[in-house]
């Protein structure tokens, strides 16, 4: 039997390759002018990270996480998110010494085993930003403004910033048991997932996928009446900034992130499309993960966007059809080894071109340049070489031109080197 993917796991192929490209590029321009800076860090981490961060009640490390023993019997865990990772190096290489605020991005996979549906697999690319470090409420302000020029520049309308405060621990447990209280006598009414989380984990029932499940909520006490006097300005001082910046957002009181370490600000950019994977970004504040995890009582906030989800919403327009600027169709061995030198002063140039090593006849290598979309091909034969001059033909308008093959090389560079 033929061997294939994974489930829930996708090969990326070289046509959408440019449109990869394109996201990354983008992010990391935009990620350098708000000056936060890269990081690559493993994609296996110890297992205690994340089930001492995200937390033991969550979907994450309930049933999502790609968990193995290593050969010494240590637990191992394919990350399913990147920012206790970000936070467990900053702490290890005593990052947070070295810089004021550390402000850092990643651009990488992830991995929960969760079930595959479109926009959803168990192999996903995040981009992610975390800024780690005493900082205030603007800080947040900037972290949805990056999103907001990220998504205008990638052409992508219809999301809603759609914005909540989850509090702290300060304000947090007694609206957790306003919650439960309220859920008390809604239970046959819940999925059984929500009547586990009304005990273990009552806000995620908030965000609960299932219809009859957030039918139950009607009337349900909100977090944003219940934030203590801090957490109130915090957010206050968030949607105002938001406001001078003329940034449209709606408040979901309904929102919580499915991770146990948020605090205060959570937000998540949300599509028309997709259905129940319309989530592209989300992001919040964490500040007390970076002591949790043995590092100093110092804030934090990020945010993670999901690449596939972004590619699926791009403008095609950003990544026109690749074009290779030139073939060259050299027939007959001292011919061949011609074009072998022109292909090489080009490529020095760093402009694509590319020949046939069969030898094939005139008109199979002709096909083979319309099947690599070339925008040029240089017809060189025995009788081009004898008269010194070889043929130019422009593949869109069928135009045809002599060229002396002794100022081959630049009259080529001439023609194909892009704009600057
Ligand atoms: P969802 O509600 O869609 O399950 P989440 O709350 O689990 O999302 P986060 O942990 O906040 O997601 O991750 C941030 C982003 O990463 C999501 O908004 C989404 O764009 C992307 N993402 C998360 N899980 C997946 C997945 N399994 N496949 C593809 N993208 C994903
Ligand atoms: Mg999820």
Redesign the pocket.
Known sequence: MNIQTIKGFKDILPDEIPKWDFVEQLLRKLFKSYHYKEIKLPILEETTLFARSIGTGTD?VEKEMYTFDDRDGKKITLRP?GTAPVVRSLIEHNLMAATPLAKLFYIGP?F?R?RPQK????Q?Y?AGAEAIGPSGPLQDVEMILFLSQFFKEMRISNLTLEMNSVGCPQCRPNYKALLQEFLKDKQTGLCENCQRRTLINPMRVLDCKNESCQKMLHNAPEMVHFLCGECHDHFEEVKSGLGVLHTVYRINPRLV???DYYTRTAF?WKSDFQG??N????GGRYDGLVKELGGPDVPGIGF???I??VIALMDPSLTPEIELPLFIAALGKTAQEAALLILAELRENHIGAEMDFQNASLKSQMKKADRYNARYVLIIGEDELKSGKATLRQMKTKEQEELPLQTIGETLLEKLRPPI
């Open positions: 994450i998110e992830m929960r969760e926009g959803r697999y168990r996903f995040q992130r499915g991770l998540e129940a994977q989530t592209i970004a989300a993670a966007m999901g596939e989800r």
